[in-house]
């Protein structure tokens, strides 16, 4: 089973260009999430989606970053314009369904720098 | 959805058992308990899950307190590969959300 995809693996900007970061799930999962991890500290969910709606995006920072699931199955994050403290690996992660007994599979990150 | 509580790191000797904890003192009663690792420059990697009762698969052994306020991932015979940073997280209905704090880094040491 093909896991969760994530690109690309690393991308170095200067502040205030913008990026896009694109995530695949696995086949058939209708819950995406992406997640913000800053270095030495866990993961921290940004929007939560199920299918193509937004479930969760209580602590995406709207003003700079949006994320779209169009058609309920790949996603891309954006951000516009860049902060140095924009600095991070963006997780991509999805599971099967909206329920508490399944478990997220994530992807290998996008490791974002910016300068 | 509860706050957890991980030692930020521990040493574990390479064949024997690492016993990681977790306390989860305000987890309500349809909340499950979830760990995943993070080996250096991955994403993170499910392990296992429960509600009230020990789980058990090929990874890992989960025990949960009979209130439920902790529990302690078992690795029976830890190798160089298990050295990640462990994370513990309870998840609950109408958020669905894994929340992560800083885990516990696991070193296993030959």
């Known amino acids: 089973e093909a896991g969760v995809a994530q690109s690309p693996r690393y991308k170095i900007i200067e502040k205030r260009q913008s990026v896009a970061f694109w995530c695949n799930p696995i086949?058939?999962?209708?819950?995406l999430y992406w997640y913000q991890q800053i270095l030495g500290q866990g993961p921290k969910l940004l929007i939560q989606f199920q299918n193509n709606g937004v479930v969760d995006d209580s602590q995406l920072p709207k003003d700079r970053f949006s994320a779209e699931r169009l058609k309920g199955v790949d996603s891309t994050l954006k951000i516009q314009p860049a902060k140095l403290e924009d600095s991070a690996v963006y997780l991509c992660?999805?599971?099967?369904?909206?329920?508490?007994?399944?478990?997220?599979?994530f992807g290998q990150g996008t490791r974002l720098t910016v300068v | 959805d509860a706050k957890t509580t991980q030692p930020p790191s521990m040493d574990c000797a390479e064949g024997r058992a690492a016993n990681l904890p977790c306390n989860h003192s305000?987890?309500?009663?349809?909340?499950?308990v979830y760990w995943y690792r993070q080996i250096h420059s991955q994403g993170p990697q499910y392990i296992i899950h429960?509600?009230?009762n020990n789980e058990t698969n090929e990874m890992a052994s989960l025990i949960i307190t009979e209130d439920r306020k902790s529990s302690t991932l078992i690795l029976p015979h830890a190798t160089l590969r298990d050295t990640a940073v462990y994370y513990c997280t309870a998840a609950g209905a109408g958020s669905y959300q894994l929340t992560f704090g800083k885990g516990t880094k696991l070193s296993v040491i030959p």
């Open positions: 086949s058939g999962h209708a819950t």
């Open positions: 305000t987890i309500s009663g349809n909340e499950y």
């Open positions: 429960g509600l009230k």
């Open positions: 992660a999805s599971s099967f369904q909206l329920t508490l007994n399944t478990e997220a599979f």
